[in-house]
C-alpha cells in the first residue's frame, strides 16, 4: 500500500501562502488520483481538491476556487497544493489521499473512495 507523508503546513495570517506538499513512497504513485482533503473540529474531512492519474483534470471545492491549486509531479512521486489568499476559515489539518485506478480521467470525490491517507499536517490562518 502506498504510503504518504504530507509536509508544508504551518501557522499563516489571513491573506498569505503556503504550499502542502504530500510524497508517495511507491512506483504506483503514477497510478493513483490523488486529493486533499480537510477536517476543522466538529466538522466532517472535506475534499478540498483532487487530479487525475496525468494532472490533466483537476475539481476544486467551490470555497478554494481561485485560491487554491492542485498539480503533481510523477516523477518525483509528488502531490502539491498552492493555497494562497488563505482565510481564518481554512484553518484544519489537511491530509493527502491516493486512490489507485485503471480510469486515466477520474477524480475522486468522496474520502470512502481512497485507498491511503497521510498523517495530516496542520494549517492555522490568523486573523
Known amino acids: 500500500q502506498v504510503q504518504l507523508v504530507e509536509s508544508g503546513g504551518g501557522l499563516v495570517q489571513a491573506g498569505g501562502s503556503l504550499r502542502l506538499s504530500c510524497a508517495a513512497s511507491e512506483r504506483t504513485f503514477s497510478g493513483c488520483a490523488m486529493g486533499w482533503f480537510r477536517q476543522s473540529p466538529g466538522k466532517e474531512r472535506e475534499i478540498v481538491a483532487g487530479i487525475n492519474l496525468s494532472g490533466g483534470r483537476t475539481y476544486y471545492v467551490d470555497s478554494v476556487k481561485g485560491r487554491f491549486t492542485i498539480s503533481r509531479d510523477n516523477a518525483e512521486k509528488t502531490v502539491y497544493l498552492q493555497m494562497n489568499s488563505l482565510l481564518p476559515e481554512d484553518t484544519a489539518v489537511y491530509y493527502c489521499?491516493?486512490?489507485?485506478?485503471?480510469?486515466?480521467?477520474?477524480?475522486?470525490?468522496?474520502?470512502?473512495?481512497?485507498?491511503?491517507w497521510g498523517q495530516g499536517t496542520q494549517v492555522t490562518v490568523s486573523s
Open positions: 489521499a491516493a486512490k489507485r485506478t485503471i480510469y486515466y480521467s477520474d477524480i475522486y470525490h468522496d474520502a470512502n473512495e481512497y485507498d491511503a
